[in-house]
């Protein structure tokens, strides 16, 4: 269950033979057992959660005294005006709805189960006790008849005046607003009665208010949006076309590309750095007597700074040019592996709906989440909290409950994220180590999660978890950052954002290898330690090429990106400037460009994912093959070409490619057995 081996077993495995696809065995077995006794802790917190009476106090709500409304309640012990019959009082309405405590999920204000929430704003108690006469709705203290309520000891047991009007879903689904942009009357939200002038909700979230304070405002972005429906679909589509397009793009001229971007990267290195040393210059030669004196200590602490950044943009583009300069013969492998990439995709078209099949599993487990965060909110034994009101809270070892709880949401959503890792790498491990291409499996997609399912959940639960061990230190840190902003000493700040950084890149570093060690289980069958070695010794041996595709590939596909949500973005400008129905229309366009970049994403991290993983692929393959009767590459003739390129190079260059001879083996390319696909 460990990382490190025993010795007889790293005997075994140094002398196992290399047989991809072959011989598939269980891996990791003891951690997928880990992993299945975590998801059924995970649903015992579920079904003790609603089995304790949570599910009917998160759907109808409870007042400040521990009773359900909507139903009768049993008294509970030393808690007055508890055990009362609401069965005809289903919602919930608070005195002071503006005093709540949102931060520790605590109610301030006193809550009420009532029969109705008032429709309109209520100014005065009398309006207040009209309403309870003519609705039978009693907004004031249970212990206080509505005839009492305009009386002297009324004012602390009634609602805070004016009694805004709550929402009800009957009336907001027709959209009625009013010209003043106030929404008329809305069923209460979850048997709430939740107020519809929003503006008391101001010191929670400031920022927000201020923009959406003017309901006029908000009345016309919310118009903007429904009247530009049919806009924003149309314009979500073209992005979703345009993402294709870009991959086929992508395919057939990738070399033009992937050099267009390696001599645009270059360029503006050296013409940044040129605007530099000419500002210095120019500053430097200007005469000081015109400058006021006032002035002039701000003119020399600028000219310092512009040499300084001078000095450094030169120092960078010397270290890029000379990483350019050594990987440039690596950059034509990156070509190769578009290429290939795009092969693939024709082959396995399937692939590029798998982040949606992701997206949707994650939705499915982040509201079964969510919903069971709710019901432990409300789950527990009764007590009374420092305004004498009652809350729920559970005691004992249970209660940390809520710990086990977040450690599952970061676990098993790095697991739904690394089976899509296994998934694909599978997919395409298969297409490349498939001599016939036309005995492909008839669904290699379906085929490598069949793999995943009967072989390697262990592998991927490992994996996983090795991430989740890193992520929540990182984020207790950001907690504590955040909790203690303002007061710990700079030298406190510094260590703790030295921290978080230091674990955000090990996070980064481990996504990686986690991937790349998918790679080598899903052709090997070995385990995840034995994989993550093997592919870490093989990323080592080929340092450059992972620094080239890791560089010039990424940065292409991130301008691809940016490209999509450019072009789809001008578009819904052309578009919705043509709109006359209304005037404001930045929040479509808003919506529509992160769409775009979502689209966009889902796809070409897809086509990243698939060049990465064959790469290892070619990788291995030129490590244990060289071409010979026997042990032939199983490669596409695209980067068999590449290879008898760099052998035809290193030929001429004679000791010069002693470092790339380290990198592929002698081969045999006139062997006349040896196919192409």
């Known amino acids: 269950m460990g990382c490190c081996n025993s010795a ?9 033979e290399w047989k991809p696809l072959e011989d ?4 990791d077995l003891p951690w997928l057992l880990i992993f299945l006794l975590f998801c059924i802790g995970m649903g015992f917190i579920c079904g003790f959660s609603v089995a304790t009476g949570a599910a009917a106090r998160l759907v109808s709500g409870y007042d400040s005294y521990g009773n359900i409304c909507g139903q009768k309640n049993a008294e509970l012990e030393s808690v007055p005006n508890s055990g009362m019959d609401h069965t005809h009082r289903k919602y919930v309405f608070f005195l002071d709805p503006c005093n709540l405590d949102l931060i520790n999920r605590k109610i301030k204000s006193e809550a009420l189960c009532v029969a109705a929430c008032p429709r309109q704003e209520l100014k005065t108690l009398s309006d207040v006790q009209k309403f309870a006469e003519m609705n039978g709705s009693a907004l004031c203290h249970y212990k206080l008849k509505p005839s009492e309520y305009t009386s002297s000891k009324a004012s602390s047991l009634c609602p805070k005046l004016p009694v805004p009007a709550r929402l009800e879903a009957s009336e907001l689904n027709r959209g009625c607003i009013r010209d003043d942009g106030v929404i008329s009357a809305p069923i209460p939200f979850f048997h ?13 979230a400031e920022a927000l208010i201020t923009f959406v304070s003017d309901n ?15 806009i924003i679909l149309g314009l979500c589509l073209l992005s979703l076309v345009l993402s294709m397009i870009l991959m086929v793009i992508i395919r057939y001229i990738s070399r033009v590309l992937v050099w267009i971007v390696t001599i645009l990267v270059i360029l503006g290195s050296l013409g940044g750095t040129g605007v530099l040393w000419w500002l210095y210059a120019k500053q430097r030669k200007s005469p000081k007597e015109t400058i006021i004196p006032e002035q002039l200590q701000i003119a020399e602490d600028n000219l310092r700074a512009l040499l300084i950044y001078a000095i450094s943009a030169t120092v960078f583009t010397v270290i890029l040019f000379l990483i350019m300069l050594f990987m440039r013969k690596r950059i034509a492998l990156t070509i190769a592996l578009f290429h290939v990439a795009g092969k693939v995709f024709i082959h396995l078209p399937l692939l590029v709906f798998q ?21 432990l909110g409300t789950t527990g034994s009764a007590v009374k909290n420092d305004q004498g009101f009652v809350e729920f809270r559970v005691s004992g070892p249970l209660q940390y409950m809520w710990w086990y709880h977040v450690v599952g949401l970061i676990w098993i959503s790095e697991f739904i994220l690394a089976c899509q890792q296994m998934t694909v790498a599978g997919a395409v491990v298969t297409y490349y180590f498939t001599r016939d291409k036309r005995n492909l499996p008839f669904t290699p997609i379906l085929a490598s999660v069949n793999r995943l399912v009967r072989y390697h959940l262990g592998t991927v639960a490992k994996g996983s978890f090795i991430i989740t061990l890193v992520k929540i230190p990182r984020m207790i840190l950001m907690y504590i950052h955040s909790q203690l902003k303002g007061k710990e000493n700079a030298c406190a700040r510094c260590m703790l954002k030295s921290c978080i950084c230091c674990l955000w890149c090990l996070e980064k570093c481990l996504n990686y290898l986690n991937q790349n060690a998918y790679t080598a289980t899903a052709i090997n069958s070995t385990n995840f330690c034995t994989s993550a070695k093997d592919a870490f010794v093989i990323l080592v041996e080929n340092a450059l090429r992972v620094a080239a595709i890791n560089t010039v590939g990424d940065f292409m596909l991130f301008l691809g990106k940016v490209l999509i949500v450019c072009s789809t ?22 919506i529509v460009c992160l769409f775009a970049f979502l689209v966009a994403h889902c796809f070409l991290s897809i086509y990243e994912m698939v060049v990465d993983v064959l790469f290892l692929c070619f990788a291995i393959d030129t490590k244990y ?36 001879a380290r990198e592929l083996k002698p081969m045999n390319i006139c062997n006349k057995n040896q196919k192409f696909y």
């Open 216 to 230: 006029s405002v908000l009345h016309r972005l919310i118009s903007g949006v429904m009247a530009s429906k049919e």
């Open 24 to 27: 598939r065995s269980c891996t």
């Open 355 to 375: 982040p949606f099949w992701t997206f949707f599993a994650l939705v499915l487990f982040w509201a079964y989440w969510i919903m069971t965060l709710l019901f």
């Open 569 to 590: 973005g001008l578009a819904g400008i052309m578009l919705l400037n043509y709109q006359q129905d209304y005037t404001v229309w930045v929040l479509p366009l808003i």
């Open 8 to 16: 007889s077993s790293a005997a075994q495995s140094s002398k196992r």
């Open 625 to 660: 093959n060289d071409g010979s009767p026997g042990r032939e590459f199983y490669m596409d003739k695209v980067l068999m070409e590449f290879v008898e390129n760099s052998r035809k190079a290193m030929k001429e260059a004679g000791k010069g490619g002693a470092a790339d």
């Open 192 to 204: 709430r009665c939740a107020p519809v002038n929003i503006s008391c909700y101001a010191k929670f």
